[in-house]
């Protein structure tokens, strides 16, 4: 990052902030305070990736997943941050890569590799200072200002209360933060830190990893002819009777793949469409989650099959069209079967209300359907595999920032307490969501009656809800500014606001 002496001062101070904002806490007003810290001295250290659009992209997705963190505090926004993190870091560092996951592995290279930065400063610190002058000068750049400073600092302190009293409350904060900070030391907090000092390293140093560039500078989007040269005296028209029998050989594939789709497609359109009977099904959970995985496998596979028949010269071979034809039968069949996944959780859904899985099928299926987009997209017009995988990376990113938006925990609360009436609801797994949606739940507790198993215990439902509002309650104010969300602190005033209220109902009717 920066070119000068000051690189290894400059990790060890980022280190010393991040220690503070994150040993033993929780995500959330750090995230946010660190981001704002970490990418200006990302861009002052490299400038010229700012004209870069997929720098541009994940540095205000990284922002704005670092305010949904402070927001919502919810896992899909922490998961999603570190991936933008990562991607910044590596767009950043490489602004020439063009895919998401290069960019991923540039950041982890240098996130492991970040020992051999110290180890290259050293090197030149060494040869630098060889001479009696740059050491003098060293002194000079160092000592000396640090004199000046202190002499009008104890002018100023003698001279100023206020200053005096300032400059006393800071000195004691800091003494304490030190005091605390050895007597808490153990080797959690070492591994900790030695995490930390990886990841304040990827900020002030440029580890570029080129040869994932070199390698990228390799492949283009739009595909180009592989001329197959005659190898160990085979004569071009054998090679050309294997190009035949390729070709052959994956229109007999797909043809009798159509085939076996279509008989699933119609089975599938006619019982789970139109007559979908939840009687006529012994296990609902069984018929939607093994169904359903097994179903993602088949389209898996078939996307797979598909990218391997027409990874060649069979794109460019002038009467493939009827190879082609049966490419978008299958991927419209792929498609349909994409429908019937998606049909199967919906019934899942109304019978048993939203969780996370039924949740994460729904974003699967809407990468797998963008996927078979650009499947038709790279049959149609000649792209390369390189250009399907860079496209379809960035959709994933695409997604992560997207769900990102919703407050998810929230969105199941409500959904499940509204549909409590017609649905089977899991109470256990309601009962059990994070504590930003605990004042909701709590303004529903006679929809928790009973017993069930939370965590492994047997647990009466109201006895669980009370310890975990009292629990909440009594914590949350404990909590330091490093770890406040905006989401558990509304929570928070919203309990306060019920328990006040009820102690008032209680005293009336007194």
């Known amino acids: 990052m920066y070119k000068n002496r000051y690189n290894v001062i400059f990790a060890f101070f980022l280190l010393f902030i991040y220690d503070y904002l994150f040993w033993s806490q929780t995500l959330g007003l750090n995230v946010l305070f660190f981001t704002c810290l970490a990418v200006p001295l990302l861009v002052i250290g490299n400038k010229l990736s700012l004209v870069y659009r997929n720098t541009q992209v994940t540095i205000m997705g990284t922002l704005l997943l670092a305010v949904l963190v402070f927001i919502y505090n919810s896992g899909t926004a922490k998961v999603a941050y570190v991936i933008s993190f990562f991607l910044m870091v590596g767009f950043i560092h490489q602004p020439s890569l063009r895919t998401a996951y290069n960019s991923v592995l540039t950041s982890l290279y240098s996130l492991l590799t970040f020992y051999k930065n110290y180890a290259e400063e050293y090197r030149r610190y060494k040869r630098e200072h060889q001479r009696l002058n740059r050491s003098l000068n060293l002194i000079g750049l160092t000592v000396i200002p640090l004199i000046v400073v202190t002499a009008f600092y104890w002018i100023f302190k003698f001279a100023n209360p206020v200053f005096d009293h300032l400059s006393s409350r800071v000195w004691d904060a800091l003494w304490i933060y030190i005091d605390g900070f050895f007597a808490a030391f153990s080797f959690s907090h070492f591994i900790f830190l030695l995490v930390g000092l990886s990841v304040c390293s990827l900020v002030v140093f440029n580890s570029r990893y080129r040869e994932l560039v070199v390698n990228e500078s390799r492949f283009s989007d739009v595909y180009r002819r592989v001329k197959n040269k005659p190898e160990g005296g085979r004569k071009f028209g054998a090679i050309y009777k294997e190009f035949v029998s390729e070709f052959r050989i994956a229109v007999l594939t797909i043809s009798l793949v159509n085939l076996l789709l279509l008989v ?31 179903l993602i496998l088949s389209i898996l596979i078939s996307m797979g099959i598909m990218l391997y028949f027409f990874r060649g010269n069979l794109n460019l071979l002038r009467k493939n069209k009827s190879l082609k034809v049966l490419a978008y039968v299958w991927i419209f069949q792929n498609t349909v079967l994409v429908l019937s996944v998606a049909i199967r959780n919906y019934h899942y859904i109304h019978q048993h209300g939203l969780a996370y899985k039924r949740i994460g099928v729904v974003l699967f299926l809407i990468l797998v359907l963008y996927g078979l987009f650009t499947l038709v997209v790279k049959i149609h017009s000649l792209k390369s595999s390189f250009y399907l995988f860079k496209v379809n990376s960035w959709a994933i990113y695409g997604v992560l920032v997207f769900t990102s938006l919703i407050n998810w925990d929230m969105l199941i609360a409500r959904y499940n307490i509204d549909h409590a009436k017609n649905a089977t609801i899991d109470y256990s797994f309601l009962i059990n969501l994070s504590d930003k949606t605990l004042y909701l739940i709590n303004e529903n507790r006679h929809l928790f009656k009973g017993e069930g198993t939370i965590d492994g215990d047997h647990w009466d439902y109201a006895s669980f809800l009370n310890k975990r509002v009292h629990d909440f309650i009594r914590d949350h104010p404990d909590k330091d500014i490093q770890s406040f969300t905006v989401a558990d602190q509304h929570s928070y005033e919203e309990l306060i606001k019920a328990e006040n209220k009820t102690n008032i109902e209680t005293l009336s009717n007194k």
């Open 264 to 294: 699933v497609n119609v089975i599938d359109m006619q019982w789970v469409w139109f007559n979908f009977d939840y009687s006529q099904v012994n296990n609902l959970s069984q018929f939607v989650h093994e169904g359903t995985y097994l």
